[in-house]
């Protein structure tokens, strides 16, 4: 699957910003999906992961109660709204599509390997 990933930008710290992952001439809904960031300098971080099963969620600490990650399958569209933004979060976003059940989580921490698509990435910088 093609994933198109959108919605980056500047942003003000304090600030929020509505990320969406894209699957034209696809179904996004027979997918779990996944948001991952990277930073200059910094591993690959995975923040968060919609299953394609029920819908459940799993959060990385550092974005838990700021972030929500929602599905709209008339839109075949995956939404991370992200909000109280920090230079922290500056990064480049991801989106990528597992085609498992549900999100995999390893000693806490939602992996990446499991994910066979991922979209092209979108800058999001957050600024004073």
């Known amino acids: 699957v093609q994933l198109q990933a959108s919605g980056g930008g500047l942003v003000q710290t304090g600030g929020s910003a509505n990320l969406s992952c894209a699957a034209p001439?696809?179904?996004?809904?027979?997918?779990?999906v996944g948001w991952f960031r990277q930073a200059p300098g910094k591993e690959r971080e995975g923040i968060s992961c919609i299953s394609r099963n029920d819908g459940s969620t799993v959060y990385a600490e550092d974005v838990k109660g700021r972030f929500t990650i929602s599905r709209d399958a008339l839109k075949n569209t995956v939404y991370l709204q992200m909000n109280s933004l920090t230079a922290e979060d500056t990064a480049v976003y991801y989106c990528?599509?597992?085609?498992?059940?549900?999100?995999?989580?390893?000693?806490?921490?939602?992996?990446?390997?499991?994910?066979?698509?991922w979209g092209q990435g979108t800058q999001v910088t957050v600024s004073s």
């Open positions: 990528a599509a597992d085609p498992r059940f549900y999100c995999t989580v390893v000693l806490g921490k939602l992996i990446y390997q499991t994910f066979t698509s």
């Open positions: 001439g696809d179904t996004l809904n027979s997918y779990t």
